[in-house]
């Protein structure tokens, strides 16, 4: 089975991915040469900055799969949504309408800034009170401090805690990258994500995949890509991999 992707931004003029069509096409021909079959396209929902119609992130999910036929780019795609912690997600989870991946009850969460808020353990166990599955994206933002891996230990327990693929390649720098392989090596971490905007991130997102196989084996970079991210669109949270 291929590698699944939990988060991306590959449509095409709906928040800071592509602006272009071409651009989206690139991206999604460098991520079926990598390995992945199957891409959750989730565009932003920040307040004040990205908030695209949920009803347009899903034509623009079956209009992309249109052109992946035409073009022969073996690639399947969900409509998902990376969801800010803001207003605007506490008005839509006050209501039960928190976007999720498809038709599950699993949902993608950002923080715009760190810390992670003290009380975020408590806000988990009551969404997995209410049958949601949560993942946590790119925890390697929300500061770097040893600290910090006793609060994933914890955390991971309700939700899947995930880490960029180009983090470890280098995008964000080498300090960024160090504290990233950190953190995987603690065994805290359930998915590895690329987060795509656009081609231009593919070479350091096959570096991270490649550090993932030499350094913590193939089974491992396998249960991050494959096994895992499976796991949470069906609503299991897996275990965390390595340690
Ligand atoms: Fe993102």
Not at 3 to 18: A, E, K, S, T, W
Not at 170 to 188: D, F, H, M, Q
Not at 192 to 201: F, G, K, N, R
Request: hydrophobic share 40%; charged share 25%; aromatic share 10%.
């Amino acid at each position: 089975m291929g590698y699944v992707d939990l988060h991306n931004h590959m449509l095409p003029g709906l928040d800071d991915g592509p602006s272009e069509i071409s651009q989206s096409l690139e991206l999604a021909s460098g991520l079926a040469r990598l390995g992945f079959e199957l891409v959750c396209c989730t565009s932003h929902q920040r307040y004040g900055l990205f908030t695209p119609d949920l009803d347009l992130v899903r034509s623009g999910v079956r209009s992309l799969k249109k052109t992946f036929e035409v073009q022969g780019i073996d690639l399947d795609l969900l409509p998902g949504a990376e969801n800010c912690y803001d207003e605007l997600f506490w008005r839509r989870a006050h209501v039960n309408e928190i976007p999720c991946y498809g038709e599950t009850k699993t949902f993608l969460v950002e923080f715009a800034s760190p810390p992670v808020p003290p009380d975020f353990g408590v806000k988990l166990f009551e969404w997995r009170k209410q049958g949601y599955t949560i993942v946590l994206a790119h925890i390697e933002r929300y500061g770097i401090d040893m600290k910090m891996l006793d609060r994933f230990r914890d955390l991971g327990q309700m939700a899947a805690l995930s880490v960029n693929l180009d983090t470890i390649g280098g995008t964000w720098g080498r300090t960024y990258a160090k504290w990233a392989k950190r953190i995987l090596s603690e065994g805290v971490v359930q998915v590895l994500t690329t987060d795509s905007h656009s081609a231009s991130t593919l070479a350091a997102t096959e570096r991270g995949m490649t550090w993932v196989d030499k350094s913590m084996g193939r089974s491992a970079l396998e249960s991050f890509l494959v096994r895992n991210p499976r796991e949470v669109l069906a609503g299991r949270l897996p275990d965390p991999v390595g340690g």
